[in-house]
């Protein structure tokens, strides 16, 4: 394996993705006016520095080691409307809970990053988009255009851009205020998770909450300063799909000459943007931040090995995670080959599952939803092959909110059909809810202690 440097290059040599096709962009109507919206994104300060960005790397070098677990987790598509603190809040205390619980079932640290603060496009599969005969363009997320099926709110929109980043910001003050504030204090997130065992549904799991109780009372008991422990380290991510806005957050690193996209910490290509000759790759493939794809079942060894060699040839622990989303019916077959392929290769990647995008469904009453039991099955395959062929399950990427929506059938709250449209409440795809993205981490506890 060799191990040598990231990306050195300057802002200039970025815009090479621009004689590359790009797949999934909008059709922007007017020029003139992306123009300003990306020349003011281009003088505005950055959302993440490169030193926190290069933390974030050090974390997943962790995880492809072995020494660490990744837990990525929020909204399939934020919305400008949902981005006020207490939603916020709701799933940062998500993500903080399933940690805990995920901490004592792995027995190592787990690094904890927010699909938010720019998850505000999406890719879609067809461009329009017709309802009673009339056709407009689809919906691709907030930070193009809106969700009404209306001539006016369809029009892509460049001022989107900057309010997408504005509204990102603010979600990053607030997430870093959580982190700081107390909030995240190991002992807060506990009493939350015992107040989640006392739902009788959830009685199966209380042996394994009693345990990390008796484990924070060993730690007080022993002098554990629990002050350190009431901050966390919390990275946002989200997919890179709008290259003009990504190329416009770019900026040069003064300690090395290197090229940060600062939007995030974290950026990852989507399944349908990992063309190797495609504009995605080549963008992602000069910035130094860590950055990962999204590899679906028809996914070859060689792609993936030839991905390496476009995003990592350097080998740089922690620059590239494999994010697996092959559908339960696929995984145990479709992902060993590539596990097999990447590990001859010699250079470490992190490999994490995405059990949501591969399980998607439409329900018998209309609603576009997936199953509990099939998103179990997709994460406890995922662990039988990494355990079959010895390499490291480096953790979970999923879709999921802190608020009590209905939009995954069943899990111990038995959703039903019927049930999904008490609150289906998604744009997009639907998400794990609060009380299913815990029962998610303790579901993972018990198929780690097997």
């Known amino acids: 394996m060799s191990v040598g440097v990231l990306p050195g290059v300057g802002l200039e040599s970025l815009d090479a993705y621009r004689a590359k096709v790009a797949l999934q962009q909008p059709t922007w109507p007017d020029a003139g006016a992306l123009a300003a919206a990306t020349d003011e994104l281009a003088a505005a300060a950055p959302l993440v520095v490169p030193a926190a960005a290069d933390r974030a790397r050090e974390r997943l070098a962790a995880v492809a080691r072995g020494d660490a677990f990744l837990l990525q987790g929020g909204d399939c598509a934020e919305s400008f409307a949902e981005a006020g603190a207490l939603r916020i809040r709701n799933k940062v205390r998500t993500i903080l809970q399933m940690a805990v619980v995920l901490t004592y079932g792995a027995s190592m640290p787990v690094v904890k990053m927010g699909r938010m603060a720019g998850q505000y496009a999406k890719p879609r599969s067809s461009d329009t988009e017709t309802r009673d005969g009339v056709t407009l363009p689809a919906y691709r997320g907030d930070m193009v255009n809106a969700h009404e099926f209306t001539p006016g709110s369809r029009v892509p929109d460049p001022a989107r851009l900057v309010q997408a980043y504005r509204i990102s910001g603010a979600t990053i003050n607030v997430v870093q205020a959580l982190s700081d504030g107390g909030f995240s204090d190991l002992r807060r997130v506990h009493e939350w998770n015992q107040g989640f065992m006392r739902n009788p549904a959830y009685a199966r799991y209380e042996s394994t909450a009693a345990e990390i109780d008796r484990a924070i009372r060993f730690m007080a008991a022993c002098g554990?300063?629990?002050?350190?422990?009431?901050?966390?380290?919390?990275?946002?991510?989200?997919?890179?799909?709008?290259?003009?806005?990504?190329?416009?957050?770019?900026?040069?690193?003064?300690?090395?000459?290197?090229?940060?996209?600062?939007?995030?910490?974290?950026?990852?290509?989507?399944?349908?943007?990992?063309?190797?000759?495609?504009?995605?790759?080549?963008?992602?493939?000069?910035?130094?931040?860590?950055?990962?794809?999204?590899?679906?079942?028809?996914?070859?060894?060689?792609?993936?090995?030839?991905?390496?060699?476009?995003?990592?040839?350097?080998?740089?622990?922690?620059?590239?995670?494999?994010?697996?989303?092959?559908?339960?019916?696929?995984?145990?077959?479709?992902?060993?080959?590539?596990?097999?392929?990447?590990?001859?290769?010699?250079?470490?990647?992190?490999?994490?599952?995405?059990?949501?995008?591969?399980?998607?469904?439409?329900?018998?009453?209309?609603?576009?939803?997936?199953?509990?039991?099939?998103?179990?099955?997709?994460?406890?395959?995922?662990?039988?092959?990494?355990?079959?062929?010895?390499?490291?399950?480096?953790?979970l990427h999923v879709e999921l909110t802190g608020d009590d929506v209905t939009e995954v059938l069943g899990g111990s709250e038995e959703i039903d059909d019927a049930g999904l449209a008490r609150r289906y409440e998604t744009l997009v795809d639907p998400r794990l809810n609060h009380q299913q993205s815990l029962e998610l981490a303790f579901q993972v506890v018990e198929m780690l202690r097997r």
């Open 224 to 395: 554990a300063d629990f002050e350190a422990l009431r901050t966390v380290e919390f990275f946002v991510a989200h997919e890179a799909l709008l290259l003009d806005y990504e190329r416009a957050l770019s900026r040069v690193d003064p300690r090395t000459g290197a090229a940060y996209d600062t939007s995030a910490h974290f950026l990852w290509i989507g399944e349908r943007t990992r063309q190797l000759d495609g504009a995605h790759v080549d963008f992602l493939s000069r910035v130094a931040n860590p950055i990962g794809v999204k590899l679906g079942p028809t996914t070859r060894p060689e792609d993936a090995v030839a991905l390496v060699d476009r995003l990592n040839p350097a080998g740089v622990p922690g620059r590239l995670t494999f994010v697996a989303r092959m559908g339960a019916a696929n995984v145990r077959t479709a992902l060993p080959p590539l596990v097999e392929a990447v590990r001859a290769d010699g250079r470490p990647v992190v490999w994490v599952t995405d059990p949501m995008h591969g399980n998607t469904i439409t329900s018998e009453s209309g609603y576009k939803t997936r199953r509990f039991a099939d998103v179990l099955d997709e994460v406890s395959g995922f662990f039988e092959v990494h355990r079959a062929l010895g390499t490291v399950p480096g953790g």
